[in-house]
């Protein structure tokens, strides 16, 4: 089955709008297969591990089924832990931007019953909660389940091993049998179909299809790291290995359009591929990246399904992807035609455990790596450029150059000296510092001063405009400037506070796009 827009998924235009906001252009295969069957008012065994967008595919048809004429509750969705019952919550809150007439409540152990209590009794349609708190207000009186026309069971199989067996089955009971009921699961051991069996009606079993990972020749390595130092880190990658072909992975249009703006504005030949653009534009730009002219495509999963080219060295999952099968498509982009390649991902605090369930499917492992340093980069830059030396000396057709060293020779300057001086013109910069991923990027800024430019986007400025004129009038470095926020007639940048002096002076009198500017430091709130 293809996957498909969610607008051919009968949800309200609201929810379409707000899906889009988030940035997803076609729905998940479990939400493809599920959203239509829940519609049809049909219990549901859905299969599905996490990761897979589950929550969207039993969240979104629930709410557009509540009746917001009526403030009575009307869903009840059980969780086995109060992570996940926080995090539905706030998935829900986004899908809920453009439906303010619905209210969506959390009730976990840890909070305070009183202050749900307060909440209950203003009017809540859904509640997200775990077994044990749940049926604590079913005792209280304070959960009232006789108006529950749907109940959702999402992670049964991790409820059933926690033992909340006995209270998922009073809850269960307590709720009218003209209910739809729709449970969610990773695997379906024997209790699960007992569980299915006794309480559900005629289920429309639901199971995506999994596909076999079969990329032998890609080494996959993961990087924990802090989601402001993304840039940086994949800069870094970029400079270590110089690939010449590299496709980088984000979940959402908006984050293809900044990464790329980012790239370029520290010098990389980079574009975006993503659902907004024509196919005319998505043409020209795969031309760009197959003839090499561009060297680095930043894509969604949907775009990429576009990419057929055989040499791409390297893969880079700048966001994680929704679905553990995306990750399979995403590295099977990289390591063809027998060739080796290299897939990295960025992991962002408890996606972690989104990377186990992504490991688990694959049967692969990914190694936790650390992001290199500059000398890593410097060396690994020198030696390259060396065997390039080599080779050029190897081909010979020298007797040209050879006449200009002689020359400069002449000029009592040793070979040596001239050696010397072209490598540090081709590989050192020395006012690029080192960062130390575990520490500095966390605390940088306390060593940033922030700086106001007087032009923004109303001129048409963007980031690589700002970094590139900072880069050429000042002599510094483009890559040391940090976070650019343009606003419609002015921008913010943050730069390392030892540049700050050179950057006021060198860009004073100067022009950004062909407008005069002004930069001083920011005032202080």
């Given at each position: 089955?293809?996957?498909?827009?969610?607008?051919?998924?009968?949800?309200?235009?609201?929810?379409?709008?707000?899906?889009?906001?988030?940035?997803?252009?076609?729905?998940?295969?479990?939400?493809?297969?599920?959203?239509?069957?829940?519609?049809?008012?049909?219990?549901?065994?859905?299969?599905?591990?996490?990761?897979?967008?589950?929550?969207?595919?039993?969240?979104?048809?629930?709410?557009?089924?509540?009746?917001?004429?009526?403030?009575?509750?009307?869903?009840?969705?059980?969780?086995?832990?109060?992570?996940?019952?926080?995090?539905?919550?706030?998935?829900?809150?986004?899908?809920?931007?453009?439906?303010?007439?619905?209210?969506?409540?959390?009730?976990?152990?840890?909070?305070?019953?009183?202050?749900?209590?307060?909440?209950?009794?203003?009017?809540?349609?859904?509640?997200?909660?775990?077994?044990?708190r749940v049926m604590d207000h079913m005792?209280?009186?304070?959960?009232?389940?006789?108006?529950?026309?749907?109940?959702?069971?999402?992670?049964?199989?991790?409820?059933?091993?926690?033992?909340?067996?006995?209270?998922?089955?009073?809850?269960?009971?307590?709720?009218?049998?003209?209910?739809?009921?729709?449970?969610?699961?990773?695997?379906?051991?024997?209790?699960?179909?007992?569980?299915?069996?006794?309480y559900l009606v005629r289920p429309e079993?639901?199971?995506?299809?999994?596909?076999?990972?079969?990329?032998?020749?890609?080494?996959?390595?993961?990087?924990?790291?802090?989601?402001?130092?993304?840039?940086?880190?994949?800069?870094?990658?970029?400079?270590?290995?110089?690939?010449?072909?590299?496709?980088?992975?984000?979940?959402?249009?908006?984050?293809?359009?900044?990464?790329?703006?980012?790239?370029?504005?520290?010098?990389?030949?980079?574009?975006?591929?993503?659902?907004?653009?024509?196919?005319?534009?998505?043409?020209?730009?795969?031309?760009?990246?197959?003839?090499?002219?561009?060297?680095?495509?930043?894509?969604?999963?949907?775009?990429?399904?576009?990419?057929?080219?055989?040499?791409?060295?390297?893969?880079?999952?700048?966001?994680?992807?929704?679905?553990?099968?995306?990750?399979?498509?995403?590295?099977?982009?990289?390591?063809?035609?027998?060739?080796?390649?290299?897939?990295?991902?960025?992991?962002?605090?408890?996606?972690?455990?989104?990377?186990?369930?992504?490991?688990?499917?694959?049967?692969?492992?990914?190694?936790?790596?650390?992001?290199?340093?500059?000398?890593?980069?410097?060396?690994?830059?020198?030696?390259?450029?060396?065997?390039?030396?080599?080779?050029?000396?190897?081909?010979?057709?020298?007797?040209?150059?050879?006449?200009?060293?002689?020359?400069?020779?002449?000029?009592?300057?040793?070979?040596?000296?001239?050696?010397?001086?072209?490598?540090?013109?081709?590989?050192?910069?020395?006012?690029?510092?080192?960062?130390?991923?575990?520490?500095?990027?966390?605390?940088n800024n306390e060593k940033l001063v922030?700086?106001?430019?007087?032009?923004?986007?109303?001129?048409?400025?963007?980031?690589?405009?700002?970094?590139?004129?900072?880069?050429?009038?000042?002599?510094?470095?483009?890559?040391?400037?940090?976070?650019?926020?343009?606003?419609?007639?002015?921008?913010?940048?943050?730069?390392?506070?030892?540049?700050?002096?050179?950057?006021?002076?060198?860009?004073?009198?100067?022009?950004?796009?062909?407008?005069?500017?002004?930069?001083?430091?920011?005032?202080?709130?």
């Amino acid at each position: 089955m293809t996957n498909l827009k969610f607008e051919q998924l009968q949800l309200s235009k609201e929810l379409i709008r707000a899906v889009k906001d988030m940035g997803f252009e076609e729905a998940t295969p479990i939400q493809s297969k599920a959203i239509s069957k829940i519609f049809e008012g049909k219990d549901i065994i859905g299969q599905s591990q996490t990761g897979t967008g589950k929550t969207a595919a039993f969240g979104l048809p629930c709410i557009d089924m509540i009746d917001v004429n009526n403030k009575k509750l009307q869903a009840v969705i059980l969780s086995p832990t109060r992570e996940l019952a926080i995090q539905i919550c706030e998935e829900f809150r986004k899908f809920l931007k453009y439906k303010e007439d619905i209210k969506v409540l959390p009730v976990y152990g840890g909070q305070p019953i009183e202050r749900q209590i307060g909440a209950l009794k203003k009017g809540v349609q859904i509640v997200v909660g775990t077994p044990g708190r749940v049926m604590d207000h079913m005792n209280r009186r304070t959960l009232k389940m006789e108006t529950v026309k749907m109940v959702i069971l999402d992670e049964a199989d991790e409820m059933l091993d926690m033992g909340f067996r006995e209270d998922i089955e009073t809850i269960l009971d307590k709720i009218p049998e003209d209910r739809q009921t729709v449970l969610f699961s990773a695997t379906m051991a024997p209790e699960i179909m007992e569980l299915t069996d006794k309480y559900l009606v005629r289920p429309e079993v639901i199971k995506v299809a999994r596909k076999e990972l079969t990329v032998p020749n890609i080494e996959q390595t993961y990087f924990e790291i802090k989601e402001k130092t993304k840039v940086e880190a994949t800069s870094r990658l970029i400079d270590m290995y110089s690939p010449e072909l590299v496709v980088i992975f984000c979940n959402t249009k908006k984050r293809v359009d900044e990464l790329v703006e980012h790239l370029q504005g520290r010098g990389y030949f980079a574009e975006g591929l993503h659902g907004d653009l024509k196919q005319i534009q998505r043409d020209i730009v795969m031309k760009k990246f197959r003839n090499r002219t561009i060297e680095i495509l930043v894509a969604t999963d949907v775009a990429a399904r576009g990419i057929d080219v055989d040499d791409v060295d390297m893969v880079i999952n700048y966001d994680l992807p929704q679905d553990e099968e995306y990750y399979v498509h995403r590295i099977g982009r990289t390591g063809r035609a027998g060739r080796s390649g290299r897939a990295f991902s960025f992991v962002v605090g408890r996606e972690i455990y989104k990377l186990r369930d992504i490991m688990k499917y694959t049967k692969a492992k990914v190694k936790l790596g650390k992001l290199p340093s500059l000398t890593d980069i410097e060396e690994a830059k020198t030696n390259n450029f060396v065997e390039k030396v080599k080779k050029v000396i190897e081909e010979g057709r020298l007797n040209k150059y050879i006449n200009i060293v002689e020359s400069i020779i002449s000029e009592d300057i040793s070979a040596v000296d001239i050696s010397a001086a072209l490598l540090k013109m081709n590989l050192y910069d020395e006012n690029t510092e080192d960062i130390d991923f575990e520490d500095d990027l966390e605390d940088n800024n306390e060593k940033l001063v922030r700086l106001f430019i007087n032009v923004g986007s109303k001129k048409r400025v963007r980031a690589k405009d700002i970094v590139g004129a900072i880069a050429g009038e000042c002599g510094i470095p483009g890559k040391a400037i940090g976070d650019i926020d343009i606003y419609e007639d002015y921008t913010f940048l943050d730069v390392p506070k030892k540049y700050v002096k050179d950057i006021l002076k060198g860009m004073k009198g100067k022009k950004i796009k062909k407008v005069s500017v002004k930069v001083e430091r920011a005032k202080k709130r």
